[in-house]
């Protein structure tokens, strides 16, 4: 049987960073396991790009916040 309970004040506040955790691992796997299936679909030659019209400068500006210090 599972018992649960609500986690109030300073337990909340305990286990909130490992929940953080846990959710920016969860992320992390998600995006290895949706490239593992890329890697596959490559590899059976069955890999579908499809193209859209975009705002590449948007794009570009994105990229570069992601990666400046």
């Known amino acids: 049987m599972v018992s649960s309970r609500v ?4 337990e909340a506040e305990a286990i909130a960073p490992d929940t953080e955790d ?9 995006r290895i396991i949706g490239d593992l299936v890329d890697v596959v679909s490559i590899d059976a030659e069955k890999l579908t790009v499809l ?3 975009c705002d590449c400068s948007a794009l570009v500006s994105e990229a570069v916040e992601a990666f400046c210090p």
């Open 7 to 10: 986690s109030t004040g300073l």
């Open 22 to 30: 846990i959710q920016r691992f969860a992320v992390r796997m998600n």
């Open 51 to 53: 193209t859209d019209d």
